[in-house]
């Protein structure tokens, strides 16, 4: 039986609202699939971009205050509430967003077994790069971290078996974004890069490649690159 297929869609440096609405386009299909849904072979759709612009995002469980949400907009980043699971964190260029719109039966996961997936292609993708001491921790440390410096924030959302959001992982990100916020309400813990760690320039377009390698290991699919216009 032949694995099953993963629509892959790169954005690009594009929007944080454009890959919203495009993760919602998919939740959609997903969730209301029209009468041939039964004969595809597709498990969902990869989603990936580099974040245009400085975006702050909150989880189910909060983690900003109105007042603190008007000193982040006064610094020129857009703040958005968002469905997944955590607290506080920021998007931004040079960071890799992957939002994997999966329906997880077809994949034969559990969500649990999805979040280890995410955090496994963080891993491997560290190691790849020779940061042999990246690690997934239990919660509320859910992610990658190198020491207490954390690499690749994970939070998802799964209804009816299909998931959404996903994770971030620090490229060549501006840290500095990061001081205005705890990130995800873990006090006395830090953010690091690929860069920060490497002491190079380590772009979102670098990592592309073996990320993608990554993730058709963990989730053994195949990943099917076509036009979503």
Known sequence: MPPPAVRLLWLGRAPYAKLLALQESWLRRLQEPGPDAGSSSEAGALLLCEPAGPV???GLRGGL??????QLRALGAEVR???????????????LLCHPVLD????????????????????????????RNARARPPPYTGVWLGERKICAIGVRCGRHITSHGLALNCCTDLTWFEHIVPCGLVGTGVTSLSKELQRHVSVDEVMSPFLEAF???????????DHN
């Open 81 to 95: 509430t968002t469905g997944r699971g955590g607290l506080a964190t920021f998007h931004g260029p040079g960071q």
């Open 56 to 58: 702050y995002t909150s």
């Open 104 to 131: 997880l039966r077809r994949l034969g996961l559990r969500l649990r077994t999805h979040v280890a997936a995410l955090e496994k292609c963080a891993v491997r993708l560290c190691d790849l790069w020779g940061l």
């Open 65 to 70: 205050t109105p007042e603190e949400t008007a």
């Open 216 to 226: 058709k290991e963990t989730y053994k699919c195949t990943l099917v690159s076509k």
